[in-house]
């Protein structure tokens, strides 16, 4: 009698749990767009040059959404549902990220964390400081084509810079003494980012208090990932930036 009841009580446990997997695979194929956008990874397109080298314009990215938790802005519309992050980790420094502008919130940007809660963070002759610390930066090859810095030059100077973590990136020095090669120190508030283009001489960014400033932790959507797709703004696709991944 016991095995009789307990397997009817399994048969019915069974029964609810197929009901409900049966619902959300018929779910899925309206559901998985928004999901997929709203929670996982959303695409986004570069429609500038201020990332570059690392990201050109034309390029086409999926900007991962969990990997720094969820804000309203992370949902479509941005509806106002809740405040503050939920299962939220910060950024670290050398992330590539997209952020809503604090001035404009309906503006989605790019650019990478340089400054963290509490740094200090300064440009001298073009060159980063964090805390007092000049980063290391290595000259290499110039970069040519695209015309990154809208001068018309072939080339452009290009330069490796390495953060006391370890990470490394390109960066782009269009001028020599450009309009924000000098700066006052910036002291990054708790609960805020510092943010930098890549594209030194050619970026509004945390530099610019008026544009851009410090980036609230809540503004962060998420965190650069792979290029899907590249395309120059001459029509020509860049098969070999096709797959590769933002660092």
């Keep these: 009698m016991t095995l009789v009841q307990e397997t009817g009580r399994r048969s019915r446990r069974w029964g609810k ?20 956008r709203s929670l996982l990874f959303q695409p986004f397109s570069i429609p500038a040059r201020s990332m570059a080298p690392t990201l050109l314009e034309g390029d086409y990215l999926f900007t991962s959404k969990f990997a ?29 990220v997209v952020f809503r502008m604090p001035k404009d919130d309906r503006v989605d940007y790019i650019k990478r964390v340089v400054g963290l809660p509490g740094d200090r963070i300064q440009m001298k002759a073009g060159q980063l400081y964090i805390n007092d610390v000049a980063m290391v930066r290595e000259r290499l090859p110039d970069f040519a084509g695209e015309d990154p810095c809208g001068n018309d030059k072939p080339t452009t100077r290009r330069w490796r810079e390495t953060l006391p973590s370890g990470v490394s990136y390109e960066t782009l020095d269009c001028i020599d003494n450009g309009f924000y090669d000098n700066t006052n120190v910036y002291t990054v508030p708790a609960g805020h980012f510092f943010m930098l283009g890549d594209n030194r001489d050619n ?30 703004p001459t029509g020509t696709v860049r098969t070999e930036r096709i797959g590769s991944r933002v660092h």
């Design 17 to 36: 749990i197929l009901l409900i997997v049966a619902a959300v695979v018929l779910a899925i194929p309206i559901l998985s767009p928004v999901v997929f």
């Design 68 to 96: 720094y938790g969820y804000t309203h802005y992370s949902f479509p519309f941005s509806p106002r549902l809740f405040s503050g992050r939920i299962l939220g980790s910060e950024p670290a420094r050398g992330d590539v």
């Design 203 to 232: 970026s509004t960014d945390s530099r610019v208090m008026s544009a851009v400033g410090y980036i609230p932790l809540e503004n962060i959507i998420g965190r650069a990932g792979l290029i899907f797709y590249s395309r120059s």
